[in-house]
């Protein structure tokens, strides 16, 4: 069993940054990959980044490459997402999720445990 906290959204003007953190518990969160998703009101759960279990490999949407990044501190059960260069249509609540698989994939069903979900808000 994998509990997964997220924080660090807010509100941010377009062009700026933040960075979200989710915070694992447990002490096998270095045998799970990780991603982060997205969802706003009326649509599904969007994929936006997944790292795997030693970051040596990682993937990204195409609306978020270039902008964001993924990593993870296995030493601290965290796992980031820098955003950058934030753009209004980047607005959603996002989401960390485990996987316990080594294959990097974008299908939120494929994810075995999800967090609550933190607010990001991009204003023009």
């Known amino acids: 069993q994998v509990q997964l906290v997220e924080s660090g959204g807010g509100l941010v003007q377009a062009g700026g940054s933040l960075r979200l953190s989710c915070a694992a518990s447990?002490?096998?969160?270095?045998?799970?990959?990780m991603g982060w998703f997205r969802q706003t009101a009326g649509k599904e759960r969007e994929f936006v980044a997944a790292?795997?279990?030693?970051?040596?490999?990682?993937r990204y949407a195409d609306s978020v490459k270039g902008r964001f990044t993924i990593s993870r501190d296995n030493a601290k059960n965290t796992v980031y997402l820098q955003m950058n260069s934030l753009k209004p249509e980047d607005t959603a609540v996002y989401y960390c999720?485990?996987?316990?698989?080594?294959?990097?994939?974008?299908?939120?069903?494929?994810?075995?445990?999800w967090g609550q979900g933190t607010q990001v808000t991009v204003s023009s």
């Open positions: 447990g002490r096998t969160f270095s045998s799970y990959a």
């Open positions: 999720a485990a996987r316990g698989a080594v294959v990097l994939v974008a299908r939120p069903s494929d994810y075995d445990y």
């Open positions: 790292i795997s279990r030693s970051s040596i490999a990682t």
